[in-house]
């Protein structure tokens, strides 16, 4: 007998209901008992509506086929956020229905930002709510990338597919081959991922929590930086009480956004190479040692230009606030250093946020919970155009490094390119819906990168606007929210999702009664 179907919306509402009651013991603890009936109701309400999906959809198959598949991650994102923000509703109705759409569609992308203004005037579980939300966005996000995107070759696989793909002789292609039941996927997945990414988020709360943090801060920041959301009860993060041995114990753990190693176990896609081979932790290293030391030298370049603070700057300080700010937002993650000031004064750009914008746009490793392009696509167009240069001085040269390099040279820029201009043409449609909307050209763009790039807080710190999200219309909050699921999901998913050629393939199974994936779809790259 096989596995039974899993219905994927009464699993996600379930968790989500569940979860709400951790706020609601808080709130009670606290006295609290407005906040404490806000989450029990909503999570009553919560898990009957679970329970009626489940009932409904117990009978029928979720998998099947990459559209089906991919439409009901789709609505997941979707639907998610809906049930999340009801106990904001009830609580804080001074940020309106959209308002808390928007804070929760924030967190379950893992994005963070915020619409409140005072979040330290926020009860405690409301704060433990935003922040418990990012986490299952997170542990959501690495679910997917394995369960739905690595056996569709999307998400950044599709660049490994090509290389495994062609050295077996076959063409790479959108939506992958053979994959196993949807059920077993995500058995698989849940297996391997809960235990590591709870018993990760634990220690590091413990970790901060002996550093010196409060018990509700180190919760808080625990589950936002193994989520990487960004999400803290403080409009300063981690920033807000500058420690240097909390934000020492905060880098070590943001560094896991930058390679999928501790999850590989929950997919069979994809090679496994030494840490030290790691394209991914090579290209992080690259990027995160070029910006420090190009921002440090930076305070002896900009002396015959720029006045430099007239108070001495500690360089050990100022070079802490450089590399862990470049860490965190090269993870999408967007905390800032307690000695963040100290860098921006040695030196000496009054706003080098560009450069950070910059870094949560390429972002961290594929099938982590980090956002952005990803850095093995980073990898292959560094890779590629080096190969590019030395053709120019060599046209008739061969490279021998190998059939994996050869192969992610031959076809992983045509990948990294497709992905790259809908990457592109995603920003541009949400610039031009912004600015329709009354928001200036600059916050317009910088907006727009935070968003798709699932790195809220970058908004406030680049455009160096105190409040954030909160200064937007709803409309242009919409916007926003819906380009922070573009971004978590990616548009080469979308475009699977909506490709006619796929549906053909899904239909033409399905009418010969083959399971999913017996034959490879057409349409290659």
């Known amino acids: 007998m096989g596995q039974r179907p899993i219905p994927v919306f009464?699993?996600?509402?379930?968790?989500?209901?569940?979860?709400?009651?951790?706020?609601?013991?808080?709130?009670?603890?606290?006295?609290?008992?407005?906040?404490?009936?806000?989450?029990?109701?909503?999570?009553?309400?919560?898990?009957?509506?679970?329970?009626?999906?489940?009932?409904?959809?117990?009978?029928?198959?979720?998998?099947?086929?990459?559209?089906?598949?991919?439409?009901?991650?789709?609505?997941?994102?979707?639907?998610?956020?809906?049930?999340?923000?009801?106990?904001?509703?009830?609580?804080?109705?001074?940020?309106?229905?959209?308002?808390?759409?928007?804070?929760?569609?924030?967190?379950?992308?893992?994005?963070?930002?915020?619409?409140?203004g005072d979040l330290e005037g926020l009860p405690r579980a409301i704060n433990l709510w935003r922040?418990?939300?990012?986490?299952?966005?997170?542990?959501?996000?690495?679910?997917?990338?394995?369960?739905?995107?690595?056996?569709?070759?999307?998400?950044?696989?599709?660049?490994?597919?090509?290389t495994w793909q062609m050295q077996a002789g076959r063409s790479a292609s959108l939506l992958g081959s053979s994959v196993p039941p949807l059920e077993a996927r995500i058995a698989r997945a849940v297996r391997v991922i809960v235990p590591i990414y709870a018993l990760?988020?634990?220690?590091?709360?413990?970790?901060?929590?002996?550093?010196?943090?409060?018990?509700?801060?180190?919760?808080i920041h625990a589950?936002?930086?193994?989520?990487?959301?960004?999400?803290?009860?403080?409009?300063?993060?981690?920033?807000?009480?500058?420690?240097?041995?909390?934000?020492?114990?905060?880098?070590?753990?943001?560094?896991?956004?930058?390679?999928?190693?501790?999850?590989?176990?929950?997919?069979?896609?994809?090679?496994?190479?030494?840490?030290q081979r790691d394209p991914e932790v090579l290209t992080m290293l690259g990027f995160v040692l070029a910006v420090t030391v190009t921002l440090f030298l930076r305070h002896w370049i900009g002396a015959y230009t720029v006045d430099l603070p007239s108070e001495p700057v500690d360089p050990f300080e100022a070079t802490w606030g450089i590399l862990f700010t470049t860490i965190s937002f090269l993870s999408t993650t967007g905390f800032v250093s307690g000695f963040w000031d100290s860098a921006r004064d040695w030196s000496g750009w009054a706003n080098p946020g560009l450069v950070l914008l910059a870094l949560a746009a390429i972002g961290g490793g594929a099938a982590t919970t980090a956002g952005g392009i990803?850095?093995?696509?980073?990898?292959?167009?560094?890779?590629?155009?080096?190969?590019e240069v030395e053709r120019i001085a060599q046209p008739y040269s061969?490279?021998?490094?190998?059939?994996?390099?050869?192969?992610?040279?031959?076809?992983?820029?045509?990948?990294?390119?497709?992905?790259?201009?809908?990457?592109?043409?995603?920003?541009?449609?949400?610039?031009?819906g912004l600015t329709a909307l009354g928001l200036g050209f600059e916050a317009a763009l910088i907006a727009s990168i935070?968003?798709?790039?699932?790195?809220?807080?970058?908004?406030?710190?680049?455009?160096?606007?105190?409040?954030?999200?909160?200064?937007l219309t709803d409309g242009q909050r919409a916007v926003l929210g819906a380009l922070m699921i573009v971004g978590r999901i990616e548009t080469l998913a979308l475009v699977a999702l909506f490709n006619p050629d796929a549906w053909q393939s899904g239909r033409s199974r399905e009418q010969r009664g083959g399971k999913s994936g017996d034959d490879t779809p057409k349409s290659g790259w």
């Not at 996000?141 to 660049?159: H, K, N």
């Not at 093995?376 to 167009?381: D, E, F, G």
């Open 10 to 116: 009464s699993l996600v509402l379930t968790v989500i209901g569940l979860a709400m009651a951790g706020p609601s013991i808080m709130a009670a603890a606290d006295a609290e008992w407005r906040v404490a009936r806000g989450f029990l109701y909503a999570g009553l309400f919560t898990l009957v509506v679970a329970l009626l999906l489940g009932l409904a959809l117990a009978t029928r198959s979720h998998g099947g086929s990459a559209r089906r598949e991919l439409g009901i991650l789709l609505l997941c994102w979707l639907i998610a956020p809906v049930f999340a923000a009801i106990p904001l509703i009830l609580l804080t109705p001074s940020i309106g229905v959209t308002g808390a759409m928007f804070e929760m569609t924030a967190a379950f992308t893992t994005t963070g930002g915020t619409v409140y």
């Open 131 to 162: 922040a418990l939300v990012g986490w299952l966005g997170g542990f959501m996000t690495l679910s997917a990338a394995y369960v739905a995107l690595a056996p569709r070759q999307l998400g950044g696989f599709e660049i490994e597919a090509a």
């Open 200 to 219: 990760l988020t634990a220690v590091l709360g413990l970790g901060l929590s002996a550093a010196g943090a409060s018990e509700l801060d180190a919760m």
């Open 223 to 275: 589950m936002s930086i193994l989520s990487t959301s960004g999400i803290s009860a403080h409009p300063d993060g981690l920033a807000a009480t500058p420690d240097l041995s909390v934000e020492a114990i905060a880098a070590l753990f943001l560094l896991l956004a930058v390679s999928r190693r501790l999850y590989s176990d929950a997919s069979e896609i994809g090679t496994r190479v030494p840490v």
């Open 374 to 387: 990803k850095l093995i696509r980073a990898y292959a167009l560094m890779r590629h155009g080096l190969r």
């Open 398 to 432: 061969v490279i021998g490094v190998g059939a994996r390099t050869r192969s992610l040279l031959r076809e992983g820029p045509a990948i990294v390119w497709s992905f790259m201009m809908l990457f592109i043409f995603g920003i541009a449609v949400s610039m031009l």
């Open 450 to 471: 935070s968003a798709i790039a699932n790195t809220g807080p970058a908004f406030e710190l680049v455009a160096e606007i105190d409040t954030g999200f909160a200064t």
